[in-house]
Each structure stands twice: as structure tokens, then as C-alpha cells.
């Protein structure tokens, strides 16, 4: 009877030693998969700081141009006023030319157009006044 109990204790040690030892093996993976774990959180971590600077940069990039654009669209704004300015008086110049080299019928013709003409250019110094 003392031998049976024996051999059924040396049986579950056996069993107990083959689980501690599955068991070890299986935390040894868990401690490399942690560690490999946190080398790539490490990385990530790292590719994130990266973008954030990143967008920092863009971002006051982004500022330095719409600043610029801003300051360009201002300057075409002024030069498409003045060139209306100068279209407008190389047209009155067109106009008084004109007067001179066209006979006095087609005069009559001319003032209701000159006044239109000054209907628009009115208008356009309105439009100028708004912006």
C-alpha cells in the first residue's frame, strides 16, 4: 500500500514538473512578446512626436503663406484699380482724338455715348469706393 501511494505521489510531482515547466516556457514567450511589445510602442510613441512637429511646422507655414497671399491679393487688387484708372483716361484720350478727326453730325452721335460712358465710369468709382 505504501508503494501504490508512492508511485501515485511520484506520478503527480511528474505531472506537476511538466506543467511548471509548460508553464515556464509559456511565460518566457509572454516576457519577449511584452518586450517586443514595448520596443514598438517605444516606436510608435516616437513616430507620433514626429508628426506632431510636423503639423506644427505646416501650420505656421501655412500661416506665413496665407499672410503672403493676403498681402498679394491686396497688391492685385490696387493694380487692377489702377488699370481700370488708366483704361478708363486712354479712353476719354480715344474720345477727344476722336472728336477731332470725326465731323460734326457723328458729334450728336458720340455725346450720348460719352454720357453713358460717364454713367459707367461712375459706377466703377462706386465700385472702387466699395472695396
Given at each position: 500500500m505504501e508503494l501504490a501511494l508512492d508511485i501515485v505521489i511520484i506520478i503527480?510531482?511528474?505531472v506537476m514538473i511538466s506543467f511548471a515547466v509548460?508553464?515556464?516556457?509559456?511565460?518566457?514567450?509572454?516576457?519577449n512578446a511584452q518586450n517586443e511589445m514595448a520596443a514598438l510602442v517605444a516606436q510608435l510613441n516616437g513616430a507620433i512626436s514626429k508628426a506632431q512637429s510636423s503639423v506644427e511646422t505646416l501650420k505656421r507655414t501655412a500661416q506665413t503663406e496665407e499672410g503672403r497671399l493676403k498681402d498679394l491679393v491686396?497688391?492685385?487688387?490696387?493694380?487692377?484699380?489702377?488699370?481700370?484708372i488708366i483704361t478708363e483716361s486712354g479712353s476719354h484720350l480715344a474720345d477727344r482724338i476722336e472728336r477731332g478727326l470725326v465731323p460734326v453730325e457723328r458729334l450728336d452721335d458720340e455725346i450720348d455715348a460719352e454720357t453713358e460712358y460717364?454713367?459707367?465710369?461712375?459706377?466703377?468709382?462706386?465700385?472702387?469706393?466699395?472695396?
Open positions: 503527480m510531482i511528474a509548460i508553464l515556464n516556457a509559456k511565460l518566457k514567450n509572454f516576457r491686396i497688391k492685385s487688387r490696387h493694380l487692377a484699380d489702377e488699370l481700370a460717364e454713367e459707367e465710369s461712375e459706377m466703377l468709382e462706386t465700385l472702387k469706393k466699395v472695396r
